[in-house]
Nanobody, 124 residues
């Protein structure tokens, strides 16, 4: 069974930074794309960022572009989300997910496996 485990969430002041990690038990991690999503209370889960299997291409939502950076280390079966210049509206539970698909990475239905999420709270 594939497991994705996020870590690194917490409480931070506005303007601060956090680095989220996503450790995957998937032996074929190197062959899948990875995405980060977030879900704020009372809202739908939304796309944050995605990265191709080799890290060659990255994609971001407009709301985080220029502030967040997605990356991965296939040798460690781990993905990351570096979050800088955090805002209160970034407060949410952050989830990592993996997919074998090559399109539609901004859509939750395209992903095969999900982590349990790590909460991020940004205070003003």
């Amino acid at each position: 069974q594939v497991q994705l485990v996020e870590s690194g969430g917490g409480l931070v002041q506005a303007g601060g930074s956090l680095r989220l990690s996503c450790a995957a038990s998937l032996r074929t991690f190197v062959s899948v794309a990875m995405g980060w999503f977030r879900q704020a209370p009372g809202k739908e889960r939304e796309f944050v960022a995605a990265i191709t299997w080799n890290g060659g291409s990255t994609y971001y939502s407009d709301s985080v572009k220029g502030r967040f950076t997605i990356s991965r280390e296939n040798a460690k079966n781990t993905g990351y989300l570096q979050m800088n210049s955090l805002k209160p509206e970034d407060t949410a539970v952050y989830y990592c997910a993996t997919t074998k698909r090559h399109v539609g990475w901004s859509m939750t239905k395209q992903y095969d496996y999900w982590g349990q999420g790590t909460p991020v709270t940004v205070s003003s």
